[in-house]
């Protein structure tokens, strides 16, 4: 059973709790995250990118000379893909880059990252995650006393302004619901930071 240190607002340990080994105690599997990270960063790509035809570019519209007798190679337009300005060949155009990949997929890999960072002793579960009021270097210090250093996901049982007002300066540090987590954003964090409520509630969405 994975075991992961419980601590207080101040950061000191105040003990140990036990995950639920069907969340945070499988054995990870590589190619699903891969797969998951990928349809997340295709999903994320705008496609917008956007270049002229020869049919699009201006000019072009005369013959530049007569087809024959002139020793050069015969030419319709001087917008040809081959002439200077001319259109480009297979120009791209804007497209979506989205696909869907199975929610059992998802879920896997979801629990697959979790397990990982318990398996790195690299969760910590906070007694009552809250902010009286938005303070960064409050906040900072939290982190710091707790032992979380560099990226870190904050994870909160539902938004809770004054804790997310007191992260988001936090260079590397974000903040998410128990019910909208991202394995792209829990694989590139170094450790994750859980309210004990939300704990609770992802043992209960994802079991």
């Known amino acids: ?29 590589p190619a699903v995250v891969h797969e998951v990270v990928k349809n997340h960063l295709a999903n994320c790509r705008q496609g917008t990118q956007s270049s002229l035809t020869r049919g699009e570019v201006s000019g072009g519209g005369i013959k530049p000379w007569r087809q024959k007798g002139t020793g050069r190679a015969r030419q319709g337009s001087t917008r040809s893909p081959q002439w200077t300005h001319g259109g480009v060949v297979f120009a791209p155009k804007p497209r979506s880059y989205n696909y869907t990949i199975n929610k059992k997929v998802k879920r896997l890999a979801l629990k697959s990252v979790l397990s990982d960072k318990a398996l790195n002793g690299a969760v910590v579960v906070v007694d009552g995650l809250e902010m009286a009021e938005p303070k960064t270097s409050t906040f900072a210090g939290f982190l710091s006393t707790a032992g979380v250093a560099g990226k870190a996901v904050v994870i909160t049982e539902g938004v809770k302004a004054n804790v997310v007002k007191s992260a988001r300066n936090i260079p590397g540090v974000i903040t998410t619901p128990a019910t909208t987590l991202s394995v792209y954003d829990i694989i590139n964090a170094k450790a994750l930071v859980i309210d004990k409520a939300a704990l609770a509630v992802i043992e209960e969405v994802y079991a």
Do not use: C
Request: hydrophobic content about 50%.
């Open 1 to 29: 059973m994975p075991i992961a240190n419980v601590v207080n607002m101040e950061g000191a340990k105040v003990g140990e709790i036990e995950l639920a080994e069907s969340i945070f105690g499988i054995e990870p599997n």
